[in-house]
């Protein structure tokens, strides 16, 4: 399968964004292969070539399964994996990995200070874990809600945004993150993975 590229992944052909994955795959398998990721279950993690290579966890008997990431000559995602789902979908397992991926990507390349750290890491979040759609206004501004893919009830969870600016922190969301705090508003000292500058232009 093909999803469109932006210029992290023209960089590494196996960084993947929210829109990108959820191009690959349905959201329910996307929302799976998050939880791998962050239930640790990608054990080994090689870029080799044009290839990534992969040892996943399989949530159900708990063996490791092994599997390889590359691309045919159209451009197409090829997905090898020993759990046998047919090559030209992307398995659970795949998933996992390109999550893993990603998140490698961006720690390698994070040379921000403190603040911005905490800011990219909201970035990378809201591109991976969130999905969007539009309410009122300009397409580019205006109240969006914002769902979360996995939350810490495993419940996904919906929160009202914003966007009043796309290279300022004046944006506003109603989830914790964005609540005042004794370091001042949110939406100028610590904005949440949804109402970032960085990422104020969703794609619907």
């Given at each position: 399968m093909h999803a469109g590229r932006d210029q992290t992944h023209d960089l590494d052909p196996f960084t993947f964004d929210q829109d990108q994955l959820h191009a690959l795959a349905a959201a329910d398998l996307v929302r799976d292969g998050l939880r791998y990721y962050k239930d640790n279950r990608v054990a080994e993690l090689e870029l080799d070539g044009v290839c990534l290579r992969a040892d996943v966890e399989d949530e159900e008997d708990e063996e490791i399964v092994s599997l390889e990431l590359s691309y045919d000559g159209d451009g197409n995602l090829v997905c090898l994996c020993n759990c046998g789902t047919p090559s030209d979908r992307p398995c659970v397992h795949a998933l996992a990995a390109l999550f893993a991926r990603s998140a490698r990507v961006a720690a390698e390349g994070e040379l921000l200070g403190a603040v911005e750290s905490a800011i990219d890491e909201r970035v990378k979040r809201g591109r991976t874990e969130v999905r969007v759609e539009h309410l009122?206004?300009?397409?580019?501004?205006?109240?969006?809600?914002?769902?979360?893919?996995?939350?810490?009830?495993?419940?996904?969870?919906?929160y009202r945004v914003h966007i009043r600016s796309l290279d300022r922190r004046?944006?506003?969301?109603?989830?914790?993150?964005s609540r005042p705090t004794n370091w001042g508003p949110a939406s100028t000292s610590r904005p949440c993975c949804t109402a970032s500058p960085k990422v104020a232009t969703p794609s619907v």
């Amino acid at each position: 399968m093909h999803a469109g590229r932006d210029q992290t992944h023209d960089l590494d052909p196996f960084t993947f964004d929210q829109d990108q994955l959820h191009a690959l795959a349905a959201a329910d398998l996307v929302r799976d292969g998050l939880r791998y990721y962050k239930d640790n279950r990608v054990a080994e993690l090689e870029l080799d070539g044009v290839c990534l290579r992969a040892d996943v966890e399989d949530e159900e008997d708990e063996e490791i399964v092994s599997l390889e990431l590359s691309y045919d000559g159209d451009g197409n995602l090829v997905c090898l994996c020993n759990c046998g789902t047919p090559s030209d979908r992307p398995c659970v397992h795949a998933l996992a990995a390109l999550f893993a991926r990603s998140a490698r990507v961006a720690a390698e390349g994070e040379l921000l200070g403190a603040v911005e750290s905490a800011i990219d890491e909201r970035v990378k979040r809201g591109r991976t874990e969130v999905r969007v759609e539009h309410l009122s206004g300009d397409p580019a501004y205006g109240a969006w809600t914002a769902r979360s893919l996995v939350s810490s009830t495993h419940v996904p969870v919906s929160y009202r945004v914003h966007i009043r600016s796309l290279d300022r922190r004046a944006n506003y969301c109603t989830c914790p993150d964005s609540r005042p705090t004794n370091w001042g508003p949110a939406s100028t000292s610590r904005p949440c993975c949804t109402a970032s500058p960085k990422v104020a232009t969703p794609s619907v």
